[in-house]
């Protein structure tokens, strides 16, 4: 990779959208850093600990815990970009027809997906505004009334529409899939606490006939993470070669190849997804915090909704899993690809044309996608249920998904930049 990236920064082109990415993600950065006028953010600090706070603070790279106004970060964006998609799946007619359009479709359902993430952001932002005010005693916000509460929520809004904008700009003139870099650099952002959060707890605020456990504790979290990053890339990188015959009719291709399917075809997208799937409600609920907490049905919900907990560890892995088989379909798309593969003129020996190697293809990508969503979620689940046994720091409890995440947005942007390396290479031999 450290190669990759040396060669990268030889082409100006590629330079070029690299320091792009870079200086996009800079602005990012440097807006999670402006608090919210109005509001006191040091008190959130008395509510550190909720498990709904690390979650929007590992996707936001703590610009919740400053409560900036880059708070929200990408998630309503990607919680709008999960219900377009749904409802593309024969729901609404609309959507379905603008799905098959090419491009035009394309930007016609981008655009849903930004009223939708106007819409979302807003009352996300009002609804956490709130919420946290009611935690923190009623001292979170200065003037806590309805006009308060809605400005707060527009400048929230503001702040993750332009988040999102900035995502797409890195996507169209930068390097990689423009909201994971900007959750991949939220979560780089914090290591340095979580490392030195780790330090104090188990090597300075402790006794010295107790350093040798917390050195064996260190030394078995730097092997797991090893194992993890290893078992993460392998998976991330493994796939199924579907061979592919073509007809000797189309003239200057091939008489033989092969389909690559990924094990995970789906990435890392699960796991943004279900972080933000378990966000959006904990947002309500926070909202009604002052209302109804110690309610029976508001209790329940807070169970669900928490990944800290038995029911929310097992919800949270439950989404991860159903995610990767619907974005695993959504990125593959059987029925296009058997279409696809008709009109070349090629096709996968002993499975017919067409409906056939429709079928097929499904039941290949089902096989494939369990065992990545079965490595997805354990993988998630793992460190939580350590968390909770042993009493780890928070931070511990989000480490496996923080790891999917930024392995895999590494791996895809490595990629990416190996298609545009070669891509350079192609053009200079064909000029």
Known sequence: MFKLLKDSFKVKDIRSKIFFTVFALFVFRLGAHITVPGVDASRLQSIADLPFLNMLNMVSGSAMQNFSVFSMGVSPYITASIVIQLLQMDIVPKFVEWSKQGEVGRRKLNQATRILTLVLAFVQSVGITAGFNSWTQL??????????????????????????????QITEKGVGNGVSMIIFAGIISR??????????????????????????????????????ITLVTFVQQAERKIPIQYTKRVAGAPTSSYLPLKVNAAGVIPVIFASSFIATPNAILQALSGSYRGEGWYDVMMQIFNYNTVPGATIYTLLIVAFTFFYAFVQVNPEKLAENLQKQGSYIPSVRPGKGTEDYVSRLLMRLSAVGALFLGLVALLPIIAQMVWNLPQSIGLGGTSLLIVIGVALETAKQLEGLMLKRKYTGFIN
């Open 191 to 228: 290591l340095p606490d979580a490392i030195k959060q780790l330090v104090e707890d188990y090597f300075i605020n402790i006794e010295s006939s107790e350093i040798w456990k917390s050195a064996l504790f260190m030394l078995a979290l730097v092997i797991a993470v090893l194992v993890i």
């Open 139 to 168: 001292g979170f916000v200065d003037n806590p009334d309805v006009m308060t509460f809605v400005v707060i929520g527009l400048i929230l809004t503001a702040g993750t529409m332009f988040v999102t904008w900035l995502g797409e």
